[in-house]
């Protein structure tokens, strides 16, 4: 009783004090032969400027942000979904690293230039992973020691660039790094399988806990805040039937991701921040495979990352969708080389 009085102060905490955001949600799905899926909605107040890129092992990066940046060799080549050209915020390389970055307005990176640090623009920070790490155990011992200090301006439609990383991997290991005032906080292990933005992860879990206890099929929170919709695909995620094979359980993932996706259009004077859903994804981990549903378009494509070229020398490569292109079925080929865009930076 005291768990769950704890979780429902959280709870009304939570509703009183987060405001409305823009808004993702993201799960992780067990199917046949412990093979995982990963899943996400972007929700966003206008469109992401996204394109599809493939980035090759080799790639020569640096941090994005002028003198002090990070500098760094891709181990492992990647496909991401950017946003507007100066960030990648969802991908999967070549190794069956999944990483997906939603928007927490809560984030704090803290002083970077106090730090002492080589600097890293935030939306370097999923590239970054995807580029070095195979798995989340490597992943998570890697950066919590904290080898660089992120630098997050704001957005060009004028939002603060404030996010949190989800990263999962073909064993079904799974964490969430969040900055909350000025600390990097990680939870790693395989049952955090759902995230979405405000609050904080710590937060999200004790919210969990309280509808846990209500249980879903009585009542379940139905609005599209981040607290609520992470009741929700809590319980619907274990409401589903585990461990379907490769094509029943891509149709799951998205099956889940369209319940919890916010209509076009939606508008609310009390809440002016809600946000639409734009596009979804899914990341089959073992068989490298990254499907693409855009809201725009009526069909789901996706990319065979063995169909691509990623091995070191290669070119870098886009697959342009800002002309809402109808595209269905495998488009390895319709990538063309592009040179990778410039990360988010501070205007001088």
């Known amino acids: 009783m005291r768990r769950t009085f704890t979780a429902f102060i959280a709870l009304a905490t939570a509703a009183a004090i987060v405001p409305a955001a823009d808004a993702c949600t993201r799960i992780v799905y067990e199917g046949a032969a412990s093979s995982y899926f990963v899943g996400r909605t972007m929700d966003w107040a206008a469109e992401t400027g996204t394109d599809l890129w493939a980035f090759p092992a080799g790639l020569k990066r640096d941090g994005g942000v002028g003198e002090g940046s990070i500098g760094w060799t891709a181990k492992y080549g990647s496909v991401i979904s950017g946003f ?15 990483g997906n970055v939603l928007y927490l307005a809560e984030s704090d990176y803290g002083d970077y230039k106090t730090s002492g640090k080589p600097l890293l623009s935030v939306g370097a920070w999923l590239q970054y992973v995807l580029d070095n790490y195979a798995t989340v155990a490597e992943a998570v011992d890697a950066l919590a020691k904290e080898p660089f200090a992120l630098v997050a301006p704001v957005l060009p439609d004028g939002h603060a660039a404030t996010g949190h990383l989800a990263l999962a991997d073909k064993t079904g290991d799974s964490a969430i790094l969040e900055y909350i005032g000025g600390k990097l906080t990680i939870h790693h292990g395989k049952q955090y399988t759902v995230m979405t933005n405000s609050p904080p992860f710590g937060q ?55 319940a919890i996706s916010v209509p076009l259009g939606i508008q609310d004077p009390k809440a002016p921040n809600i946000a639409s859903t734009r596009w979804r994804t899914a990341a089959d981990l073992n068989a490298g495979r990254y499907f693409f549903d855009n809201v725009h378009t009526p069909s789901v494509f996706w990319v065979d990352l063995d169909k691509l070229d990623l091995k070191a020398g290669a070119p870098s490569l886009k697959l342009d969708l800002q002309e809402k292109r109808i595209l269905s079925g495998e488009v390895s080929k319709e990538f063309k080389p592009a040179e990778p865009f410039k990360w988010l930076a501070p205007q001088s």
Do not use: C
């Open 84 to 98: 507007y050209n100066i960030a990648s915020v969802d991908g999967v390389n070549d190794a069956g690293l999944a």
């Open 204 to 258: 999200q879990l004790a919210i969990s806990t309280y509808w846990d206890s209500v249980g879903g099929a009585n009542f379940l929170p139905g609005t599209s805040r981040a607290a609520d919709r992470f009741a929700r695909m809590s319980w619907m995620l274990n409401a589903v039937p585990p461990g379907q094979a490769e094509d029943a359980a891509v149709a799951e993932v998205m099956s889940l991701t369209r």
